[in-house]
């Protein structure tokens, strides 16, 4: 697993160590890269052609739980995956 945005990495901290609300964002957007981003590098994503981000809603039931692909319960598994 790579890293987690800086901003996402604050907002943990501030809700696990600082009592502060984590309020996750209602929609996530998948996008492809050809060079992987990381905290110090954006990467390149891939851009041309009918290429989009596509939006997806968090939900239990459009992401798989930790624990098995196709879960739809809340994660229990310990492989940090979805």
């Given at each position: 697993?790579t890293a ?8 943990i ?9 984590l309020?996750?964002p ?7 890269f050809t ?12 851009s041309?052609?009918?290429?989009a ?6 939900s239990?039931a459009?992401?798989a739980?930790t624990?098995?692909a196709g879960?739809?319960?809340a ?6 995956t979805?």
């Amino acid at each position: 697993m790579t890293a987690l945005t800086d901003t996402y990495e604050n907002s943990i901290i501030d809700w696990l160590m600082r009592g502060q609300a984590l309020t996750p964002p209602a929609t996530g957007y998948i996008a492809l890269f050809t060079v992987a981003p990381t905290d110090s590098t954006s990467g390149t994503e891939v851009s041309g052609g009918s290429y989009a981000r596509v939006a997806v809603t968090a939900s239990l039931a459009n992401w798989a739980g930790t624990q098995s692909a196709g879960s739809t319960t809340a994660s229990s598994g310990t492989g940090g995956t979805t």
